[in-house]
Structure formats: C-alpha cells, structure tokens
C-alpha cells in the first residue's frame, strides 16, 4: 500500500487521437495523433498506484478515448479497483463492446456538445457528426448511463440556448458551460497560458498523459511534474505542491469564470478542490 496523498480525482489521458480536430482543443488531438509510449499494462499499473494513493475517480480522456483498444480493459481494472469512472468521449462512434462497458454500475460519461445547428457544430468539430453525436446521447440516456454534457461558448452564432434546449430535450439532466480557453489549437498570441487556467490546478486533482507524464491539469500541459514510467505515481503526486507553486508565480487566475476570461492576472486564491463536474476543457 503507497502513500496515500490529497488527489481524489485522476484524468488518464490514453490517447492523443480524435476523429475530430476541434478549432479549440486544448491538446490539439486529431486523427493523425497517437496513443503515446503508454501501453495497457502501463496504464493498469497507474490505475493500481491510483486506488493506493486514494484517488476516487478516475476520467478515461483523450483525444478520444474509445479510439483506444484497451478501453474496455482499463475500465474494468479501475472497478476492480472500486473507482468511479468516467469516460469523456464525443460520442461519434461506440461499439457494442463499449454500451455493455458504459452500462455498468459505477460508469458515467461526459460529452461536449456545440450547437443545435449541424452546420456550426461541424464548423467547430472539423467533420459533420452531429446527428452521430445526437443519437448516441439519446441511446445514453435511454439506456439509464449517467451522463454530463458541456456547452463551450465559443462565440456568438452558436447559439448556445438553443444547444441546451435540445439537450434538455433529449434527456440531458446535467448540462455545464465552459467559456474558450486560449491553449493547444486554440492559442492566441496575445494570450499567456497560465492566465487560461482556472486556478484550481493539483487541488484534488492530476492527470496522466500518453507517454506518462504527470501534470496538475490537462491544461496545464507545459507543468510536468514527473513521468510514471520512471517514477510510481504516489511519489510524483507527492510533488504537486511544488508544481502549484510554480503556477502561482505564473499568474493563474483566482477564480473559476465560466463566462469569459478577462485576461487579468492575479495570485492564486484557491477556492476549494477541483473536480471536473464542472469542467468541461475540450
């Protein structure tokens, strides 16, 4: 048994591939993208150091997730485990294999969805699969899994209450906002990174990339604070205070602004752990 440390909450990113390339994609995943250096076996290993360490939670991420072969497999290790898991997936392509997975107690999911319009939604997506994304919420929800959607405000034409209608329409009972963020494929120039985050960076939370690289937030992909290929995770997240720091000086925003992001830069304040209900980054 490790240490056990504060993280409750643990994104696996397993792959850095998606049929879509998002104009907004905070890791700039598309199809050309791979599953990284991180094999099954590793990412069982990271699972088994996670329940040790006293992590709950587990977020199956991507690029796209269900690309993944072993998905299936490391879902079942992490309930073995007795973790909650969540897959945050965009429900363009689920195999019959991955419902029977979806369907079983302590799973949930987490979709983003853009526009009611099928047009802006394959503007922002990069491919027209809104009637697929569609009809997989509504099987979801039919078939009694839990599941989230978030709305990325992105800009005007979207029309963002009409998207919450037609999620609310379709059964959707958890629906967040999150507003653009300026990092991977959505960087601006004019933008400084750390100003993007929430400030809520390593409370509660760390995620693990696909070449096993440790950070304090998928968003804060330039703040490695270790690898689980060369160390166990219980000893990298015992660095995450430091990490937190760093960011500190770096200027993280103070609180969490759903709506729009000043550009104002101030010492971090947390306030209180973040746990991605919440939080919908892609």
């Known amino acids: 048994m490790g240490e056990r440390s504060s993280i409750a909450?643990?994104?696996?990113?397993?792959?850095?591939?998606?049929?879509?390339?998002?104009?907004?994609?905070?890791?700039?995943?598309s199809p050309s993208g791979s599953h990284g250096s991180m094999i099954t076996e590793d990412w069982k290993r990271v699972i088994g150091e996670a329940a040790d360490a006293g992590v709950r939670t587990v977020q199956f991420i991507g690029g796209e997730p269900t690309l993944h072969p072993g998905l299936a497999d490391l879902i079942d290790y992490a309930l073995r485990h007795t973790l909650k898991v969540e897959v945050f997936t965009n429900l363009v392509h689920v195999t019959d294999i991955l419902w029977e997975t979806f369907s079983r107690p302590g799973v949930s999911l987490a979709t983003s969805y853009y526009s009611a319009d099928p047009g802006r939604h394959a503007a922002i997506t990069g491919?027209?699969?809104?009637?697929?994304t569609r009809a997989n919420i509504a099987k979801a929800v039919g078939a009694g899994i839990p599941l989230r959607a978030g709305i990325i405000d992105l800009d005007p034409d979207q029309h963002t209450d009409r998207a919450d209608s037609e999620l609310a329409g379709l059964g959707v009972r958890a629906i967040g906002y999150d507003r653009f963020r300026g990092l991977g494929r959505g960087a601006r120039g004019?933008?400084?990174?750390?100003?993007?985050?929430?400030?809520?960076?390593?409370?509660?939370?760390?995620?693990?990339?696909p070449d096993g690289t440790v950070w304090p937030c998928v968003m804060a992909r330039w703040m490695a604070v270790g690898n689980v290929r060369q160390h166990s995770l219980g000893e990298i997240l015992a660095e995450l205070p430091g990490a937190r720091a760093d960011l500190t000086k770096q200027g993280m925003r103070v609180t969490v602004d759903q709506t729009m992001n000043t550009g104002t830069c101030t010492p971090c304040g947390p306030q209180g752990n973040c746990y991605p209900i919440h939080c919908h980054p892609r």
């Open 9 to 29: 909450f643990l994104w696996l990113e397993i792959t850095g591939r998606c049929q879509l390339a998002c104009v907004h994609c905070y890791a700039g995943s």
């Open 190 to 209: 004019d933008l400084v990174p750390a100003t993007q985050l929430c400030g809520q960076c390593g409370l509660g939370s760390a995620a693990v990339s």
């Open 127 to 132: 491919r027209p699969t809104h009637a697929r």
